[in-house]
């Protein structure tokens, strides 16, 4: 079974912080993602990467940033944290152009910025 | 731009009813379409992924259907039991993206 891991369930941080999420698979994806899921908004498209050192901007980057230095591994940095950062992060990956292969996702950081 | 919706927003039914959750999509040329179960402060589950050429897709007491002429899928519970309890998202890919498109979710509610 494919795994995505992060590496941390919950966090907790102060307001100003630099914080670093880590999202690791090992199943050979070419694709990463970062969501955050906040009630009544839904899952949010933060950032994607489909290649090592290659980023796209999703829905709502700002106050974020990305980095995939090695194929495995997709790290979302929150450069200064604010108490409207605070929100469920998920991470996923997947094959590129399959139809027939979806999303796996970790079982996500609970982040409260304080 | 893509919309999904899943309506309702909240489910709740008495334990061994067969059951619906519907998700509509405005955009028609899709890639495929998931549905995924999440548990209270967890990530989330795949249940079932339908290529845009299929009509249907089984496991267990889990169906799901696509029609995407009409921009809908449903996923069909079959006696359903409490363990079932979850929040069930429906996203779907367009063609030429990478990207998933996601409902807001169904809370199901199973009692006892």
């Known amino acids: 079974d494919v795994k995505v891991t992060q590496s941390s369930r919950y966090l907790v941080k102060r307001t100003g912080e630099k914080v670093f999420l880590e999202c690791v698979q090992d199943?050979?994806?070419?694709?990463m993602f970062w969501y955050r899921q906040d009630p009544g908004l839904g899952l949010r498209l933060i950032y994607f990467?489909?290649?090592?050192?290659?980023?796209e901007k999703g829905d709502i980057p700002e106050g974020y940033s990305v980095s995939r230095e090695k194929k495995e591994r997709f790290s979302l940095i929150l450069e200064s944290a604010s108490t409207n950062q605070t929100s469920m992060y998920l991470c996923?990956?997947?094959?590129?152009?399959?139809?027939?292969?979806?999303?796996?996702f970790g079982s996500g950081t609970r982040l409260t910025v304080v | 731009k893509q919309e999904v919706t899943q309506i309702p927003a909240a489910l709740s039914v008495p334990e061994g009813e067969n059951l619906v959750l519907n998700c509509s999509f405005t955009d028609s040329a899709i890639y495929n379409l998931q549905w995924f179960r999440q548990d209270p402060g967890k990530g989330l589950t795949s249940l079932l992924l339908i290529q845009s050429s299929q009509r249907e897709q089984t496991s267990g007491r889990l169906n799901a259907s696509l029609d995407k002429s009409s921009g809908r899928s449903t996923l069909y519970i079959a006696a359903s039991q409490p363990g079932d309890s979850a929040t069930y998202l429906c996203?779907?890919?367009?063609?030429?993206?990478?990207?998933?498109?996601f409902g807001k979710g169904t809370k199901l509610t199973v009692n006892p």
């Open positions: 199943m050979d994806h070419e694709n």
């Open positions: 996923a990956s997947t094959l590129q152009g399959r139809a027939n292969y979806g999303y796996t």
């Open positions: 996203a779907v890919r367009r063609g030429g993206s990478e990207k998933l498109v």
């Open positions: 990467s489909y290649d090592v050192k290659m980023k």
